[in-house]
Nanobody, 117 residues
Framework: VQLQAYGGGLVQAGGSQRLSCASS????????MAWYRQAPGKERELVAT???????QYTDTVKGRFTISRDVARNTWYLQMNSLKSEDTAVYYC????????????WGQGTEVTVSS
């Protein structure tokens, strides 16, 4: 199973960006899908999660600005980021959690988001 994250880039503060995480496996097999980020010099942190019943959770710093969603038909989940701030600058990673027999915890490669002020 492979995950490919894409959609990062340079965006101005206050702008929007959408990240995508494409899976080689049907995403209904994941119990949970997530986005993490790692800013320079900082630990990787959980940003948002979505379950296979579409329950979502967000870290406090992105609530009201970011939205996680999924498209089962496209085997892809997304992170819509609005009202971006310089502190959102980071490498963003997607992660899927599947039953062990289907691969367990799977990480995608990072996609870098740079917010210019």
């Amino acid at each position: 199973v492979q995950l490919q994250a894409y959609g990062g880039g340079l965006v101005q503060a206050g702008g929007s960006q959408r990240l995508s995480c494409a899976s080689s496996m049907n995403i209904f097999r994941f119990n949970m899908m997530a986005w993490y980020r790692q800013a320079p010099g900082k630990e990787r942190e959980l940003v948002a999660t979505i379950t296979n019943s579409d329950n979502t959770q967000y870290t406090d710093t992105v609530k009201g600005r970011f939205t996680i969603s999924r498209d089962v038909a496209r085997n892809t989940w997304y992170l819509q980021m609005n009202s971006l701030k310089s502190e959102d600058t980071a490498v963003y990673y997607c992660k899927g959690e599947a039953p062990y027999r289907l691969g367990g915890m799977i990480w995608g490669q990072g996609t870098e988001v740079t917010v210019s002020s």
